[in-house]
């Protein structure tokens, strides 16, 4: 039901970004003054496909199977048009995507968080030419409206109002979050695709406005899977085990980072199997189910991460990435 660092109102402000370069000596910049080519290629099974082209050649391809809030948004490229690197820009956030070693494409996953408004977005593109040019671009992303509903809970009231005992641990857990989530691979960790982590019924609930005990807290930033107490849980992709432990609210956790800035969350495990640095693969089994933390009944509470933003495991499921 729950998950770290999830009383968060604002808006990704501790997002990294990435340092400004200064100074481009030697190169050509030339930008394309607000120029937004669009190429409709696709819009079937689900996931609609637009094309960015740059003046100097460049070409871009965005997808998304959803563009709402919670929703992610994949940007992928080829090496074929000269480009060696690319940065995309989000609202705070920086997303640089370079094609790695024995790949043929790179590509950056834009997280889209669920307290996003919906309308129209900014999405600066910046690619890095092989012969030194640096071409800049701005694409408009229009978010659909998602509605949200409101759910009445009752937990232990310790829960709500938390007890001066329990502050100082809170706090420090929640700085240990934020440290956690602000390092991430450079380098893709998983495969091509993301699996459920639990065959179990999906309670659909990702973004729920949650009152607890008539007392309203922010949105839940996760999917609840229903799972019998001492059931295993996979890994959803291949990744690294940045985080393994009790904590305050999502009792049991661990936390897999994927690599550029992807992150999976699971929470009120009755007992952990794996350890904080350990790699593991998609479909290892990471712990055994419970109802740890601010929970009100065995199940696994699994949430995703993108560079600071909340978003919805189900957009994660739905994506095809580059092999
Ligand atoms: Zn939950």
């Not at 003054?33 to 391809?61: D, P």
């Not at 048009?81 to 024995?102: D, L, N, P």
């Not at 930033?221 to 985080?243: E, K, M, Q, T």
Request: hydrophobic share 35%; glycine share 10%.
């Amino acid at each position: 039901m729950e998950e770290p660092a999830h009383e968060r109102p604002e808006l990704r402000s501790s997002s990294p970004t990435y340092p400004q370069k200064k100074g481009m000596n030697g190169m050509t910049k030339f930008f394309s003054l607000a120029a937004v080519f669009l190429a409709l290629i696709s819009s079937s099974g689900g996931a609609e496909k637009t094309v960015v082209r740059f003046t100097s050649g460049a070409a871009v391809e965005l997808s998304s199977t959803a563009l709402e809030p919670g929703g992610i948004l994949l940007v992928k490229w080829g090496p074929a048009t000269g480009v060696k690197k690319m940065v995309v820009r989000f609202g705070e956030t920086a997303y640089e995507s370079r094609i790695e070693q024995g790949k043929t494409q790179a590509f950056a996953l834009v997280g889209l968080d669920l307290a996003l408004e919906p309308g129209p977005h900014d999405l600066r593109m910046t690619v890095f030419l092989q012969d030194g040019r640096i071409e800049e671009m701005k694409h408009t992303l229009v978010l659909k409206d998602r509605e949200f509903a409101v759910r009445n809970l009752r937990v232990k009231q310790e829960f709500v109002t938390p007890p001066p005992e329990v502050r100082e641990r809170i706090r420090r857990e929640s700085d240990l979050l934020q440290m956690v989530y602000s390092v991430s691979r450079e380098h893709w960790l998983g495969e091509a695709s993301f699996d459920w982590p639990h065959q179990g019924k999906n309670a659909g609930n990702f973004g729920e406005r949650r009152v607890y005990n008539g007392i309203p807290r922010s949105s839940h930033s996760g999917l609840d899977i229903a799972a019998a107490h001492g059931s295993p849980v996979c890994a959803s992709n291949s990744g690294r085990v940045v985080l393994a432990r009790d904590l305050y609210f999502s009792g049991n956790t661990v936390i897999l980072d994927h690599g550029l800035g992807v992150f999976t969350i699971y929470c009120h495990f009755s007992r952990l199997l794996v350890h904080r640095g350990q790699t593991v693969k998609r479909g290892d089994i990471l712990a055994l189910a419970g109802s740890t933390g601010r929970s009100t009944g065995p199940h696994l509470h699994w949430g995703v991460r993108i560079r600071g933003s909340r978003v919805d495991p189900e957009a994660l499921l739905g994506l095809n990435l580059p092999e």
